[in-house]
């Protein structure tokens, strides 16, 4: 089995730097790395409609920003399908199939649903299609078999559930979909950026953002005015760094090489740390560096950004075109579910041919549907009673009385071997010759 990536962001806003250390960088590496044999980026447009249908136009306009971002930062088309999740009709048709797999307790107990609804203030009037989305994510995920999914922290209750799915899906239809593993990122500060505002999650929807294509003068501005340790009031104080939005941020980019470029009385940032919960350090200094480190890993992205949007047309042609690539494998996984659920008829040949073999039956044998139950026939893996035969695959049981008979009682009418019998098709006539058949279940030898 082969190593897939599936992973990818809302577009409900430019991405931002907790996207950056929390997924981006690391689906750039991974991607790099070239242990990967496929590796999907989707703009899950649908889901953010799920919580924004009644703004279409910023999730429209939001598609092409996204995608500036993934370019800027080094996500290459050659390497990595970016594409659309809209454009892959198929993804709801997993979707609904899926719910039938995940009770609505389940839901109701996913952590980040659970205080996405609190944050958006949704209370008893929930968007149906935003409570489910956990469900239509795990199609995003299984549809191209993803090993592996490169997100945040906030997304393991997503991944969790994704597995439960896929663990029931093939209990219950046999082995078809692959489980996929979260891949976090090892900085701890990295699994969940706070906001500049100190919110425990930097956040489009917050407004609390560093973002990927702010100006060097937005950015400066954004981490000046940044919270810290409320209690550190006067540079003498001594300061918390547990917590402390700053700190988390240097924590999260900045390297023992920034000291000796731009803050050389420290060697490291333990150093830094030390002196600031003594006391004796302000915070604006801090900032400073801060603001340096920042604006040394931004720029480069800022600046490609800025070149790739020369030519937005040809970045719609990358989408398309991965879009096209990952329609295709999203409908091969699901032709392959639908035939483990038993919902592929017209491809099915052998059913149709059993389904015309009954027919048949019906019609040159109409006497034998008058009296008590018997008959039997025997013909294309259809035996018939007396004439039980080893290698067969089927026991058609014809019914007309008016209760029903079970599998057990067919099984022992017709004294065949209960191991032996694979398929029990029976039909039931009492209301005239048209009635549906019923299919059991395969009893295993
Ligand atoms: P929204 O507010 O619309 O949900 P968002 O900012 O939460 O937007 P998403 O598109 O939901 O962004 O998340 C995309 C990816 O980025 C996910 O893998 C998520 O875990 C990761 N991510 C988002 N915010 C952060 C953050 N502050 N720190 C680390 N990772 C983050
Ligand atoms: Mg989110």
């Known amino acids: 089995m082969g ?32 242990e990967f044999d496929e590796i999907y980026i989707m703009i899950a447009d649908a889901q953010a409609l799920t919580d924004n249908a009644d703004n279409p136009e910023k999730v429209r306009q939001n598609i092409i920003e996204v995608a500036l971002d993934y370019l800027a930062c080094g996500l290459d088309p050659a390497k990595s399908v970016l594409f659309i999740q809209s454009q892959i009709p198929e993804l709801c048709e997993m979707t609904f199939y899926y719910m039938d797999l995940v009770t609505v307790s389940r839901l109701q107990r996913n952590p980040t649903v659970k205080s996405e609804i609190q944050m958006r203030n949704f209370e008893a009037s929930i968007p149906v299609g935003f409570f489910t989305y956990p469900i239509s994510q795990a199609a995003d995920i299984t549809a191209f078999k993803a090993t592996t999914v490169p997100v945040g922290e906030d997304q393991a209750p997503m991944i969790e559930q994704t597995r439960e799915i896929v663990h029931k899906f093939n209990s219950v239809y046999g082995d078809t979909l692959v489980e996929p593993d979260i891949l976090l990122p090892d900085n701890k500060a990295c699994l969940r950026l706070p906001g500049i505002d100190g919110k425990a999650k930097m956040s489009k929807s917050l407004g609390n953002c560093i973002y990927l294509s702010d100006t060097e003068a937005e950015v400066k501005k954004k981490i000046m005015s940044m919270f810290t340790d409320p209690n550190h009031l006067r540079v003498e104080d001594p300061g918390q760094v547990e917590g402390n939005p700053v700190f988390i941020y240097l924590d999260a980019f900045c390297r023992d090489g920034h000291f000796a470029e731009y803050l050389p009385d420290y060697k490291n940032l333990d150093e830094l740390k030390a002196h600031y919960m ?25 600046e490609r950004r800025k ?12 989408l398309e075109e991965g879009s096209r690539n990952a329609k295709a494998k999203a409908a091969e996984t699901l032709a392959e579910m639908k035939r483990a659920m ?3 008829y017209f491809e099915d040949k052998e059913l149709i041919a059993f389904h015309k073999d009954i027919i048949r039956i019906h019609k040159t044998h109409k006497e034998f549907l008058t ?24 026991v058609i049981l014809v019914n007309n009385n008016d209760y029903e008979v079970t599998k057990e009682v067919s099984v022992w009418y017709l004294g065949i071997p209960k191991e032996c019998v694979l398929n029990c098709l029976m039909l039931t006539t009492s209301e005239g010759y048209s009635t549906e058949p019923k299919q059991y279940p395969v009893i295993s030898g």
Do not use: C, M, W
Not at 280 to 292: Q, T
Not at 307 to 318: L, R, T
Not at 375 to 388: D, K, S, W
């Open 3 to 34: 190593k897939i990536i599936l992973t990818g962001d809302r577009p409900t806003g430019r991405l931002h730097v907790g996207h950056y250390v929390g997924s981006l960088k690391r689906r750039v590496e991974l991607q790099d790395s070239g």
């Open 342 to 344: 038993k919902i592929n």
């Open 307 to 318: 070149e790739i949007a020369q030519d937005i047309p040809a970045v719609y042609q990358i």
């Open 278 to 302: 003594r006391g004796g350090l302000g915070d604006v200094k801090v900032k400073k560096f801060l603001n340096n480190v920042l604006q040394d890993e931004l720029r480069p992205i800022r």
């Open 371 to 394: 009296g008590s139950l018997k008959y039997l026939y025997a013909e294309y893996n259809v035996i018939g009673y007396g004439r039980f035969n080893k290698e067969a695959q089927s």
